[in-house]
């Protein structure tokens, strides 16, 4: 898909989003470190539309965490709630996961 697609994609999935950013999460979500809720105020979240299979695995290894994921059944796409590991910059972040997964689009929480 084009650029102008995705970022149409992404604009129209992250503002809704970003209006309801801190729901509550249950002991068990992998927002939860040894069974204490994250605190997502002084997280940093991004969004990765049409991961690879291996984005989850691969993405915990260099230090993020996965949110919830949302399916886009009519565009055929899925997108992941992403948490920055703590310390990196929002275009240090972007940049590595474009590194290790080319083909993604990854987008900032306020795009």
């Known amino acids: ?3 102008l697609v995705y970022a149409t994609i992404l ?3 992250v503002l809704p989003l970003s209006l309801s950013i801190a729901p509550v999460f ?3 979500s ?3 470190v040894n069974g204490k809720i994250s605190n997502m105020k ?3 979240i ?3 539309i049409d991961p690879p299979a291996n984005f989850k695995v691969d993405a915990a290894k260099l230090g993020y965490r996965m ?3 949302f399916e886009l059944k009519d565009l055929a796409l899925k997108a992941i709630k992403v948490i920055v590991p703590a310390g990196y910059s929002m275009d240090a972040a972007i940049s590595e996961l474009e590194k290790h997964f080319p083909d993604i689009m990854v987008g900032e929480n306020e795009v």
Do not use: I
Request: net charge negative; glycine share 14%.
């Open 1 to 3: 898909m084009g650029q």
């Open 11 to 13: 604009g129209a999935l």
């Open 26 to 28: 249950a002991d068990d």
């Open 30 to 32: 992998p927002l939860s």
């Open 42 to 44: 002084n997280s940093q």
């Open 46 to 48: 991004l969004f990765v």
């Open 67 to 69: 949110g919830s994921v």
